[in-house]
């Protein structure tokens, strides 16, 4: 699996810093995939959310300082900057696959890195969209398998 490009969204990281959550299956998925596979690719908009979320809905909530670290760390990856064309194009690609902009801004940052595939939860396992695999690494847990 190292050869894939995979798009990393802001879940998978969030599951692996979630050091106290009670959901061990979870944080187990994803502190492997971040650990093992190469290939990975993040944007600009995965590192705010990161931030945001182990800050502010993490419970106990991340310290700035450490949440700035991850984001440091996270920056090792290759990382994708949201321009105004991108933005344009999420605009499009939300509209066309019915998905809320956040996501297809996800979506359009893995296209714009020649991803393979995107790894999340908030989209629908098994869809392709713009030609991108969507892959979501807890599918096995949240079926029951």
Known sequence: MTSTRSFVDTNVFVYAAD???TDVAKRDVASGLLAEEGGLVVSTQVLQEFYIVVTRKLRPAMSAE???????RMTRL???LLDVPLVRQAIDTSRAATISLWDALVVEAARYAKCERILTEDLSHGQTIRGIAVHNPFHQLSSGS
């Open 78 to 80: 290759e990382v994708v």
């Open 66 to 72: 450490e949440a700035a670290e991850s984001v440091q």
């Open 19 to 21: 050091v106290v959550s």
